[in-house]
Every structure is written in C-alpha cells, then in structure tokens.
C-alpha cells in the first residue's frame, strides 16, 4: 500500500510540474514573444500594490514658431573715388579724362572703357565724367575750388612776329625778349 501510495503522488507530482510549465518549448528567454511576459507588465513583482505602473503621456509640445530671417540689406553702395577732375578730352576718335587722387603724386588718364582701382570710365560730358564701378556709378564733376596754380598774363605782351614758336621752343627761351 505504501508503494501504491509513493507511485501515485509521483505520477501526481509530474502531471502537475507538466501542467505548471509554460509549455514543452524550448525556447529561451531572449527568443519567446514580449506576449509571454504581459503579466509581469500588468503586474510588477516588486511593486508593492502590484498594480501597473502610470503609463507615461509626453505633454503635447508648444508650436514652434520659425521668424523669417530679415532681407540681408544690400551693401552700401561703394564710394565715388577720391579723386579730381582736372581735366577732359573729347574729340570723335578719343574721349579720355585726366585725374588727381590724393594719395598720388602725378595725375593720371583714363580713356572710356579703362578701368583703375575697380573703376570704369564709362562717359565723358563736357563738364563731367560717368564712372562705373561694383558700388554702382559715380560721377565726377570739375572742383569749383582752384586746386592747381593760377595762370596770369605775361608782364611783356608775346612776340608772335618773332619766327619762333612759343611752344616749340626750350626752356630758356622767354618770349618777347
């Protein structure tokens, strides 16, 4: 009796560890589906209530509002040169304008079309020229102030009658004399 008592309880004992098990699977734990596992979800072992955890809601973010970046303003435009207009030539074969600059001790010429320190010569008027340049276009008159010596008459009138011309002449001719 004994032994039939022994022999049932261990049939017992095995239907019931069968039937305690997840299955006859032998999957491992890495490889059985997160579906195994809701009930330590919904249930936490080391909750002490054993309730779920507040499941978290991310707080609907605020709209973010991109200001359009300012329109760059345009770069001023570059300065007219520094430079005088002192004198033009225009003729139907060359138009040309002679200037000063200050940092310069001779003048110079520009011909329509040349270029110096980023400056077209672009027009020559009586009275003014037409630069052009990356700043955009300048304009250059004649100075109303007298920047160069001023020219006076000979003391003794010039002898035209002489046979020598004036201009033709070296330096140390001195007419009328």
């Keep these: 009796m004994m032994t039939t008592l022994r022999v049932t309880m261990m049939l017992a004992a095995i239907a019931a560890s069968s039937s305690l098990s997840f299955g ?7 490889e059985r589906p997160l579906s195994d596992y809701a009930a ?8 002490p209530d054993r309730s779920a955890p507040v499941a978290f809601v991310a707080a ?35 138009n040309s304008a002679t200037f000063t600059a200050p940092t310069e001790i001779a003048a110079f010429t520009l011909r329509t079309g040349e270029s ?13 020229v037409k630069l052009d340049g990356a700043g955009g276009r300048a304009s ?4 109303d102030q007298g920047g160069g010596e001023q020219m006076f008459p000979p ?23």
């Design 60 to 94: 609907e973010p605020e709209p973010v509002v991109v200001q359009p970046e300012p329109e760059p303003e345009p770069p001023p435009p570059a300065a007219a040169p520094d430079w005088q207009l002192v004198g033009i030539v225009r003729s139907s074969k060359l």
């Design 40 to 47: 330590l979800r919904d249930r936490p072992l080391f909750s």
């Design 155 to 177: 003391e003794q009138p010039m002898n035209m009658d002489s046979g020598v011309d004036p201009y033709e002449a070296g330096n140390d001719y001195l007419p009328g004399g």
């Design 140 to 143: 250059l008159r004649f100075s």
């Design 24 to 30: 006859m699977e032998t999957l491992s734990v890495r």
């Design 116 to 128: 110096r320190e980023g400056w077209t010569l672009t027009a020559v008027g009586q009275f003014e």
